[in-house]
Every structure is written in C-alpha cells, then in structure tokens.
C-alpha cells in the first residue's frame, strides 16, 4: 500500500511528519498527505472519510490550510453513526468557525441530533453548538435547548446549560426565555448541572435587570442554603481537594451572590451569617482555602454590610499578606487599595505589614504595596510613614528608587505639617536620590525657601553640609549653590540660629570654595554650571574681600565650547570687573515667589502662558508672560499687577526675568517709544538718559545714569538666568575674529540695516473649525524667491483649553517642508492666546507648480484624543 494512501493510519502519518528532519520535508509529506485526501474526496470514499478528516485536522493543527475539507465534517455529521458522528462535529468545531457560510448547511443536521433519542449524539450537538453558533443558529436552535434543560440525564443538563451561556451572549433578547428553566436548574443536587446552572444564572442578571430581580427575590435563600451544606458538609470523596468539599462550587456560590447582593439590602441581610461562617471556617492554609477566602472576602466588599463583616474581611487580607506565597499576597494588595476607601481604619491597622511589603524581594509586591501606602497616609501618620519610607530608601535597589522617590515627594508636598518638616524630609530625599528626582521637585523647594524667612539661615547651613556629603546628587548642588548665593552672607556670620542646631564656622573662601568645586565638577551639566555662574556673581557682591578669586572662577568659563556659559562668564566678568556702582543693585536678594500660584501652575489649574508672533501673551496672576524656552525661570518668575503689553518673544522673555515692568521706555520729554528689540530693551534698561533718533537709527548712552533714577531691582532675575541669546558664537579670548561687544561697555546697538524682504502677502486663513483656526503670514527673501517663510498661528475659539496640541504638515516630492517647534503646547481658550509655528517651505519648481500641503493637528480635550485635518492649497500667487 501506498504509505501516503488515503488509507494510511493517523499514527503512520504522525510518525512520518515527525520523522522529517527539516521544514521542507515535513511541507512534502503533508502536501502528499493533502493530495491524496483530495483524491478521496473526489472519489466520495466513504470508507475512509472519517480518517482523512482526522489527519486534516492534524494537519490544521501543524498550521496548513484544510479548508478544502470542510464539506467532509457535514457530510460525518449526517451520517447516522456516533463514530462518524464524534469526527465529524469535532472537525466542525476545530476547522470553522461561527463566521463561516458553511454553518448555514449544517443547522439542520443538528436540529436532528438536538432530538436524537442516543444522549450521547445530543451531547455532541450541544458542544457544538456551544463552540461556534452564530447568532442565527441560536435563534433557529433555542427551543431545542432550553427544553434539554430539563432532560433526564445530568450531563445533557449540563452541556445545555453551557450551550445556553453561548445562546444569551449572541442574543440578548432570549434571556427571558431560560429564566425559569434556570431557577429550577438551581435546585439540582449535582454539582456539575449546578456549576453550570450558577454561571447561566449569572450571565444572565449582567444581561437583563429583570432577571436579576427575580433571581434575588426567589433563589437568594436557596443559593445561601446550598453554600450553608457545602461549608458544613461531611467529607464526600468524589468532591473533596485538600480537605475542602468540592471549593469550584463554593466559589461559583459566592461569586453568585456578590452579583445578587450588591445593591441590595434584603438580599445582603440574607447571606451574612453564610458570609461569616465561610471566613471563620475555611482552612488557610491550602491554596484551595485561599482561593474561598478570597471570592469571600471580595463578595463581603461588594455587597451591602455593616462594618463588623468587613473589619472580618480585611483581618483575612492582612494575614494574605503574612503568607509566603507571592500570589496570595499580591491579590491581597489588590483588594486592600479597593478596600480602604470603604474602611480605611480597618486597612489602617495593618499598616506595618504593609510597610514590610514594600522592601519585599519582589518587584510587583514593592510597587503595589508602594500605592497602598500612598493612599494609606493622612495628616495623622505622614511623619512616621514618611521617615519609614525615607529610611528605606536609603538600602532601596536602584531600579525602585525612581518610584519611591516621586511617591514620598509627593507625600511631603501635599501633607507637610510645616514648612521646616517639609525642608528637611525634601533635603533627606535629594541627599539619597537627587538624580531621581523631577526638576519640579527642587523648584517647589525653592519656592518654599523663599516663602520661609525666618528659615533662611537654618537652610542654607543645612545644604552646606548635605552638598559636603552628597556632592554626587545634582540636585542637592543645584539647591545648595542657589541657596548659598542668595543667603551667603547668612550662612558665615550664623544668623537665624535654631535650637536644634549645631553650630558651624563657615569663612566666605569655604562658601566660594564649595560653589567653585561644584562648577569644575565633570558630571555637572549645564544648567548646574549656569546656576554656579549666577551664584558666583552674587557672592561677589555679598564677599567684596573674594572679588578678584570670584572673577578669576567666572573668566574660566570664557573658553567653554558651551555657548551659554561662555556668554555668562563674559557678561559677568564685566559687571564684576567694571561696574561695581550697578552690581549690588543687579544682584540684591530675591523677592519672596508666589508659592500658591506656583502650586497651582505645576497642578494644571492655571494656564501656561504663550507667546504669540504678535507678542500676545496670557497673563499669569503673579506676573509678567511666560515663555515655553525657560524652564528654570519658574523659580524666578517675580511677578507684575500690570497687564501684558504686545511684544517680541524675546522681549517677553527678558520681561519674565524683569518681573513685567519695562515693556516700553520714556524719553525725557515724557512721550512712549516703539517697542525695540531685546538688545535694545537691555540696553534701554541700564540707560536713563535721553535717545536721540537721527537718520532712523538710534543711539544709547549706557552710562548717562541720572542721580533721580536707579536700575530696577528685578534686574535682577536678567542675571539671574538666560541672558538674551545671540544668534552668533561669541569668540574666545585670545582668538580671532571680531571684537567682543560688552553690552554693559557703552557700546551700543548697530544701527539696522533696511531690509527688502520682497513682497508682501496678506495673512490667509487655512483652516477653519468649528473652534479651531489657522492663520498663514507669508514672508519671503528677494535672494531666494523659491523659500517660502510661514507663520503658523493657532487660536482657540472654545471654552475648553486644548493640551498636547501638535501640529503636523507633509507636503509633495517637489517641495521640501522645514517645521520648527511650536511656542506652545496648550492653546488657551475663547481667543485669549495662541500658539505659533514656523515652517519654512522650498518650491523646487518655483514658478511652475504652487504650494499644497496637507495638515493634521492633534490634541486633548477633557484628556480624551481629538483629531482634525484638512488640505491648503489657498495659497497666495507667487509663492
């Protein structure tokens, strides 16, 4: 015989199969395998059909395409044996499934089997059609089953119901048909018809509420009788694990009555005293045990019950925690974070094995039993629960210090008793994990430095000894290096001594010595080294004695490759070296920041300000306008009454560091000029004489200073942060190229230069929702007539703020599409700011083809996902 005849055993092709010692072996045995049940099947051999459909559904599994012998399993399905019949159905089950055309053939067949007089061809029907019915079979077939609900043999019962589950899942709408057969199903004394009765019974109160209704006024108090016998039930072999009578059923029980009981009262009543025998009576100590304290435990959480049950609930998850077993002490974290906002005095008193769970061995544990402890604090035990937390995470592994460290920063933030509390628990959590830590972090402790005064003296002698031990935490350099610039002279001569403090001998060259290594430290990074800079200035001011050392540390940086210290140290050393009469003003101590509007900004309940290319902005209540380039200035934002006035982005950005007061400037004559440039704005600000205008250009006398007028204090905050940047490099000392220009030097302003910028474009309006809107201002360059300059502005026209807005834009082959970041990620509502963006675009058939482009915008609204696109191709001739 032909070892690939149809007549082959499945053993022997199973044997062949895997007898192949490469991929394209096996593919030619089952392609020869495949070939010859074709043939069969042309043939219609009925002698074999059941065993070709056997191999094919070998070789389904194996991953081969069997499709070819789908009409087989109808044709073993009619076919009048069981045999035959057990082939066929299980081909059915295994080759299609319920989106199948073929299934329509097949309805017929089992409405035959349905009432075939053999229970065993009925059994075989009803899995079936429990496995693949379409909502059509089970419309067609539902009679047939809910009359086997109540056949005479038990398995058929069984199987029917399971059938049933699949039947009110595909159609809703026949759920009331099975409710009375499923009450009386509730009834069954065998436990295999009643698993299944329970979960038909439950499916069925999720889909209907009539359902639910009846089953809790007419089967509550027999479901409680059968869970009361299966709890007190004598030992029954055939049902026992581990000692516990048949534990499936009790869980199917409880789970049962969790759905009857919650929200309902009488029916809650009925099943307390089941509830608590359950939770005093079942062995711990097995995993099934577990397993019934557990569904117990939730049920006792879900339904409507008086505090005792629950107390005896939460006692059953404390002693999960104690266990061994990782699982069972995860799933009782897990209910204890559902737990605690129905008692949270109950949790409470498990608080130190939770604690404990928190330096677990195991990854998930640590952070799940983290967030219960989160939610576990309150005013009454932050401060032990913090030190706990602290203490820990001191020996924590690296990879969890993350985690903890934004949890106990949180903690401290929102719960501080006090504000030296809150300065020392923050400064133990920078000096253990300062590179963990969010840059928010140590701006809110300045912030809160700066609202505490009369702890002025005790902080900055506390963060010279934590940056003495702890110099490798960035973050405890860049407090400790603000703190000391500001309140320098505060740390050397001791002032606001505590009681519980020690005192400290502090000379200004070890005040200086500290702040010149953090700046030559390799690890520190820019910011670190801009803030060491700032610092520096100021102690120059507070240590006259340490001027010439101080200038000597600044004119190091002057070689930086790093274009912002080399322009600060150059800036710097000038003020230091040649204008002692400005420098004490310049660098007088910060003013108290507004800690309630800070808070309120890093929660998101106020607005970031944008700034348009109109020089709109939003005003912030404690200032002038905020711009999305300057991080760090949230700590050195002063704050103005006065409402914003147009301006440039950068002078909006000089105008946050001067607290929004210099938005023009005044001639002797008492007249208002126009706006200028951020240079211009610098320059006006250390000059109060006269400017004479002569040819269109202007010139600026820095040192015609006036006995009647002193430069602004909130000057400041200029030095304090980013000095407006310069579009070139500024060279190095001793190399070629032009002149360094000192703008504190009476140099002033090149005179601008007048600029063709070739034709002007009126703005167009690209797009237009119904809230949102996008204007186009076209810009171009004589010299380059293919470019096209474009200014995106954005604006809002709803009552919602948009957040995470981003812009996105792609244009065809022959245009080349430049997008640079957008001023903002938060458009503001109803009009009152913008966003802008520029996109520069190179027509590389200029002349030939226009511009099109086609947008896509996204953002958030109330945080759910909203979309918008569209194609411009309104664009202005000529571009």
């Not at 074999?48 to 194996?62: D, E, G, Q, T």
């Not at 429990?130 to 043999?153: H, K, T």
């Not at 390799?522 to 910011?527: C, F, V, Y």
């Amino acid at each position: 015989m032909n070892p690939f005849s149809s007549g082959t055993r499945l053993r022997d092709m199973i044997r062949a199969i895997r007898a192949c010692k490469t991929a394209a072996e096996e593919r030619a045995v089952v392609r020869k395998e495949c070939a010859s049940i074709r043939a069969a099947v042309s043939d219609n051999d009925n002698d074999y059909r059941h065993r070709n459909l056997a191999k094919l559904m070998f070789i389904h599994m194996l991953g081969y395409p069997t499709h070819f012998g789908q009409m087989e399993c109808l044709k073993l399905i009619a076919a009048p044996g069981f045999p035959e019949k057990r082939i066929g159905y299980l081909g059915l089950m295994l080759l299609l499934d319920e989106r199948q055309e073929v299934l329509m053939l097949v309805t017929n067949s089992l409405k035959q089997d349905l009432n075939h007089t053999n229970q065993y061809i009925v059994g075989l029907a009803l899995c079936a059609l429990g496995n693949i019915s379409s909502a059509e079979m089970a419309r067609d077939l539902a009679p047939e089953v809910e009359r086997l609900l109540q056949f005479r043999d038990p398995n058929v019962r069984k199987k029917a119901a399971l059938c049933s589950i699949r039947i009110i899942k595909k159609v809703p709408d026949l759920a009331e048909n099975f409710v009375n057969a499923v009450a009386s199903l509730l009834k069954e004394k065998h436990h295999g018809v009643l698993l299944t009765a329970i979960q038909l019974c439950a499916d069925l109160c999720i889909i209907s509420e009539e359902a639910l209704e009846y089953f809790r006024k007419k089967c509550t108090e027999g479901l409680v009788k059968v869970l009361k016998d299966a709890v007190n039930s004598p030992y029954a072999p055939e049902y026992d694990i581990a000692g516990i009578a048949d534990p499936f059923l009790q869980i199917r029980l409880l789970r049962i009555l969790r759905i009857l009981g919650h929200g309902d009262a009488d029916a809650s009543d009925l099943m307390n005293d089941v509830l608590a025998q359950v939770a005093t009576k079942t062995e711990s100590n097995k995993n099934a045990g577990n397993a019934i304290l557990y569904e117990c435990v939730e049920t006792i959480m879900s339904i409507e019950d008086s505090g005792g049950l629950r107390v005896l609930a939460i006692n059953i998850l404390g002693r999960f925690l104690s266990n061994r077993d990782n699982n069972i002490r995860y799933v009782a974290l897990n209910m204890l974070m559902k737990a605690i906002s129905v008692d949270g005095q109950a949790v409470q008193r498990h608080r130190a094995t939770i604690l404990e769970c928190v330096k677990d061995s195991d990854a998930s544990i640590r952070k799940r039993a983290l967030e219960l402890v989160y939610l576990l604090v309150n005013e009454s035990n932050v401060q032990p629960l913090t030190k706990e937390l602290i203490d820990y995470l001191e020996v924590s592994d690296q990879d969890f210090k993350a985690d903890l460290t934004a949890k106990i920063c949180s903690i401290v933030e929102n719960l501080s008793p006090e504000k030296i509390w809150y300065i020392d628990q923050m400064l133990r959590v920078l000096c253990e994990a300062g590179n963990y830590v969010k840059d928010d972090v140590w701006h809110a402790l300045i912030v809160v430095i700066t609202n505490a005064s009369n702890l002025h003296g005790y902080t900055v002698r506390s963060l010279y000894r934590a940056i003495q031990t702890s110099g490798d935490q960035e973050a405890v350099v860049r407090v400790a290096v603000w703190c000391i610039g500001e309140y320098g002279d505060l740390l050397i001569n001791n002032i606001g001594m505590l009681d519980i403090e020690e005192p400290i001998t502090v000379t200004e060259n070890d005040a200086v010595d500290v702040i010149e290594v953090a700046i030559k430290r390799h690890t520190s990074d820019l910011t670190t080294r801009a803030m060491c800079l700032i610092a520096l200035l100021k102690l120059s001011s507070r240590f006259p004695s340490l001027s010439q050392r101080i200038k000597n540390i600044v004119t190091q940086s002057k070689g930086s490759l790093l274009l912002e210290l080399q322009q600060r140290s150059i800036e710097f050393d000038s003020i230091i070296e040649k204008h002692q009469n400005l420098r004490s003003a310049l660098v007088e101590r910060m003013p108290v920041l507004d800690e309630a509007t800070y808070s309120g900004r890093r929660a998101g309940s106020l607005p970031q300000a944008v700034s348009t290319s109109q020089g709109n902005a939003l005003q912030l209540p404690n200032g002038g306008p905020k711009t999305v380039d300057a991080p760090l200035l949230d700590l050195l934002d002063l704050g103005a009454d006065e409402p914003a006035q147009p301006n440039s982005s950068a002078n909006s950005f000089l105008q946050d560091l001067l607290g929004g007061d210099i938005l023009s400037t005044s001639t002797q004559s008492g007249t208002t000029q126009p706006q200028k440039s951020g240079t211009d704005v610098l320059l006006d600000l250390l000059s109060t004489g006269s400017s004479s205008a002569q040819n269109g250009s202007s010139t600026v006398d820095i040192f015609s200073v006036s006995q009647d007028n002193k430069t602004s204090v909130s000057a400041l905050d200029m030095l304090s942060s980013a000095i407006v940047p310069t579009t070139q490099p500024l060279p190095t000392p001793g190399g070629s190229g032009s002149p360094i220009v000192d703008l504190l030097d009476g140099v002033g302003p090149t005179p601008p230069v007048p600029k063709d910028n070739g034709p002007a474009y009126p703005p167009v309006v690209v797009f237009e929702s119904k809230a949102l809107s996008l204007i186009f201002n076209f810009s171009k360059e004589p010299e380059s007539p293919q470019t096209t300059h474009i200014e995106a502005s954005f604006s809002n026209k709803s009552s919602e703020v948009y957040t995470d807005f981003i812009f996105q834009a792609a244009v065809p082959k022959f245009l080349q599409l430049n997008l640079e970041p957008a001023s903002s990620n938060n458009l503001p509502a109803n009009g009152n700011g913008s966003i802008t963006q520029k996109l520069r675009v190179t027509n590389n058939q200029h002349g030939k083809k226009s511009l099109v482009m086609r947008i896509r915008i996204s953002y958030k609204l109330n945080n759910k996902d909203m979309l918008e696109e569209g194609q411009i191709s309104n664009f202005p001739r000529g571009l």
